[in-house]
């Protein structure tokens, strides 16, 4: 067992205020701050300050006059959209420390920051795709049957105050697809991220004010769901609440904000399946699967393809190359350029994985591997081994529920239609995947598969390419076009 320390880097980064950004200055948290501390080392990296009912009173506010009255929704669309830009820019500039912040806050290893979703590359490029929106989204003109209304037409407009809440399994790129679009339609903005992953989200907005934003047109207000979130949601001066993160935690915001006939947006969990077929390349499928599943974030991932539906005709030949994939998995130091798979995000997180693995065996599951702590992993940090459950049931716990974490739970089928009806019998429906060299089978069964995604022999997210969930998995799309329709309402004027 190694001993582990991120002190070092953290006295190299460049740290973002412990406090809170409400109408274009940083004020102290009115609550006692919350120490962050360090997934892998367990070492206090940050004190996260914490807002206080009054606090995010404030921040709404703050947005509520500058929509109303500010200039931000009134600007001129090419000088808002120079400002979208130059966050872009300066994320880029940043993107060092950003990335740097990112494995102080969650760990995510050093190793993985350049691939593309994970690290600060992304981010700026979403707010660059979104700076490039803003002249194009554009409304109609429509026949008229009445000839003394010689005229209709469409416009879109801002929705008002959007409240954006963020998880802290990808804190840069999900604020990044909340708050280009929303700042972009011209809402202003109050977003709350996760109290877990304060770091990044708190120099991003750092970032913001440096891009000279007008005051109250950008917030952020840090602290724990309740009563920080709970306040934010349930402040009727918010229009619109876009919310990432859990589905039980979504359902509740859906029921609050539809009460007052709010707008919502959730993107929600996963339990993805990823179909293999005898005719797949193998190795590719499982390195796709597997690798989201026990390297990167260790399966604290949404899109995480969590049940594995191999053919009969592969299942042991998939069951064997996933159990061997299990061995790139490395722990320690996220900065060690040689660990390639981060901790669970907290100890209870951790345990709660681990029950969920001995229910599964208590549900009849097969062991393959992992299941417990590494073995001969550091002497501190939440880690959990890639563990691997065959002959899963499909409608046992293990197999209906996400887990996130390093757990993929391995299925068989016969043929085409049992692995659609398998995939298909789940509460979430998020990203699916199909393995096939057959093309015509990957797109019958694009159409028949229920997610809101669908990737075939690859995956990937892009900014300009719609993201989103079906059934429990969410309502409303991120990214592309889609992605800023959910900051716009859309006028219709009847011209006499
Ligand atoms: P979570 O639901 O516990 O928390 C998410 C955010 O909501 C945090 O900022 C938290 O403080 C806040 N929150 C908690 N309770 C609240 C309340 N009552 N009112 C208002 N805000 C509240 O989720 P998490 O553990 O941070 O993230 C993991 C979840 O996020 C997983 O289910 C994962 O699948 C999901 N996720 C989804 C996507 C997607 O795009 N679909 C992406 C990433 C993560």
């Given at each position: 067992m190694t001993a582990i320390s991120v002190l070092n880097k953290l006295a190299t980064a460049t740290l973002p205020p412990a406090r809170l950004f409400v109408n274009g200055s940083w004020i102290e948290g009115s609550a006692e701050p919350i120490p962050h501390i360090?997934?892998?080392?367990?070492?206090?990296v940050f004190n996260t300050p914490v807002a206080d009912v009054s606090t995010v009173d404030e921040a709404v506010t703050a947005a509520r006059a500058a929509f109303d009255d500010g200039p931000w929704p009134r600007m001129v669309g090419r000088e808002r959209a120079r400002v979208v830009r130059r966050i872009a820019e300066l994320i880029r500039h940043d993107a060092d420390n950003l990335n740097t912040l990112l494995s102080l806050d969650n760990s995510t290893p050093s190793s993985f920051v350049g691939f593309y979703q994970m690290g600060a590359e992304y981010p700026a490029d979403v707010f660059d795709s979104y700076a490039g929106w803003i002249d194009k989204v554009t409304g109609e003109t429509y026949p008229q049957w009445d000839p003394s209304q010689p005229v209709t037409y469409s416009t879109y407009e801002p929705v008002g105050v959007a409240a954006v809440i963020t998880p802290w399994n990808a804190p840069m790129s999900l604020f990044a697809q909340k708050v280009a679009p929303a700042l972009a339609a011209g809402c202003t903005v109050v977003a709350k991220p996760s109290e877990l992953s304060p770091l990044v989200s708190l120099r991003l907005a750092e970032l913001i004010a440096e891009a000279d934003i007008p005051p109250g047109t950008f917030n952020l207000v840090t602290g724990p769901g309740d009563p920080v979130g709970t306040a934010l949601v349930g402040d009727?001066?918010?229009d619109k609440v876009s919310f990432t993160g859990s589905r039980t935690v979504g359902a509740g915001i859906a029921s609050a904000v539809g009460a007052r006939i709010g707008r919502v947006s959730l993107e929600l969990g996963g339990k993805s399946p990823a179909l293999i077929f005898p005719d797949a390349d193998v190795g590719m499928a499982v390195g796709i699967a597997a690798g989201n599943a026990f390297l990167g974030l260790s399966g604290q991932?949404?899109?995480?393809?969590?049940r594995i539906l191999a053919h009969r005709d592969v299942y042991e030949e998939v069951v064997n190359a996933i159990t061997g994939f299990a061995a790139a998995a490395t722990f320690g130091d996220?900065?060690?350029?040689g660990v390639t798979a981060a901790p669970m995000i907290s100890p209870q997180h951790r345990d709660r994985v681990l029950d969920r693995i001995e229910a599964a065996l208590r549900d009849g599951a097969r062991l393959?591997?992992?299941?417990?702590r590494p073995e001969g992993g550091p002497a501190t940090g939440n880690f959990v081994a890639p563990t691997v459950l065959v002959d899963?049931?499909?409608?046992t716990t293990v197999a209906r529920e996400e887990i996130f974490g390093p757990v993929l739970c391995v299925i068989p089928f016969d043929d085409e239609d049992e692995a659609v009806r398998l995939a298909n019998d789940n509460p979430y429906g998020l990203a699916a995947a199909v393995y096939t060299k057959d093309m015509g089978r990957a797109i019958r069964l694009s159409r028949a598969l229920r997610a809101g995604n669908v990737g075939v022999n690859c995956w990937t997210l892009q900014p300009h390419i719609p993201f989103g969930g079906v059934k429990q998995s969410g309502i409303g799309r991120e990214n592309g076009r889609p992605g800023i329709l959910e900051y716009l309402d859309m006028k219709t004027t009847f011209l006499g």
């Open positions: 360090h997934p892998a080392t367990g070492e206090r009727a001066r918010v991932v949404c899109v995480c393809q969590s996220p900065f060690d350029p393959a591997v992992g299941g417990g899963v049931d499909n409608s």
